[in-house]
């Protein structure tokens, strides 16, 4: 029986993601949704494995997440993911996430926008950082950068540096989030899109779960080459 055990902790330490030369290790294994969850439970059926990507459907008009659950207690860290909206809608991802004290949503946490309809009047798509529940909790932004739609249906940054043809609305973009102490950063196909530094003390979190995030009905997404580095 000792050895039978021996030889399944061999295995599984075989079997466990290895890290490369640069430390990121391949936390989506391309075919299954092993060491990742769903939250709510009973929309699990909104993330499946297609064409070798992590696909989010949209079933209902409620927030669905896809939690990384190989460590639900990150602090600092580097994320890479690759992602394709293959319709409009309300999607992203969510870091340094825990569970929602006012019990309006399954988490409250720093939230990545990457979907094309955003979140407001006029806006298509908020390439932002922010609290999930951010009336709750106030957090101070260091940068805040939009790309809005006016009365013409024209497109025009607010500010700075990513430009709509930066952002191939069907294809696949990378995405990149480098959060170390009160410093968050995110960055788009490259670019510094949106930058964080929460001071606040009623609204800034250290640690916490890593999720892929889906809302409005009917929206897809896809997500590949998800990788994930620990930073000191």
């Not at 209902?60 to 659950?69: K, T």
């Not at 999607?91 to 006012?102: F, L, M, N």
């Not at 390439?127 to 009365?151: N, S, V, Y």
Request: aromatic share 8%; charged share 25%.
């Amino acid at each position: 029986m000792a050895q039978a055990l021996v030889a399944g902790l061999i295995l599984a330490a075989a079997c466990a993601p290895q890290p490369s030369p640069d430390g990121f290790v391949r936390i989506f294994d391309g075919e299954t949704l092993a060491g990742w969850r769903a939250v709510p439970e009973q929309l699990r059926q909104s993330w499946s494995v297609q064409d070798g990507a992590i696909q989010g459907h949209g079933l209902e008009d409620r927030l669905a997440y896809l939690v990384y659950a190989g460590d639900e207690d990150l602090g600092n860290f580097e994320l890479k993911i690759r992602y394709k909206m293959l319709t409009d809608g309300n999607t992203g991802i969510e870091v340094r996430g825990r569970p929602d004290a006012t019990a309006k949503r399954p988490f409250e946490g720093y939230h990545a926008d990457l979907g094309h309809v955003g979140i407001g009047p006029g806006i298509l798509g908020a390439w932002d950082l922010h609290f999930a529940t951010r009336k709750e909790f106030p957090g101070r932004r260091g940068m805040r950068l939009l790309i809005e739609q006016d009365g013409q249906g024209r497109l025009e940054s607010l500010e700075g540096h990513i430009q709509v043809g930066d952002i191939a609305v069907r294809g696949w973009n990378s995405c990149r989030i480098v959060a170390r102490g009160d410093h968050l950063q995110f960055f788009i196909n490259g670019l510094l899109s949106s930058e964080l530094i929460d001071r606040g003390d009623a609204g800034r979190l250290n640690r916490g779960l890593v999720a892929l995030q889906i809302h409005d009905k009917g929206t897809v997404v896809q997500f590949r080459d998800i990788l994930l580095r620990r930073l000191l």
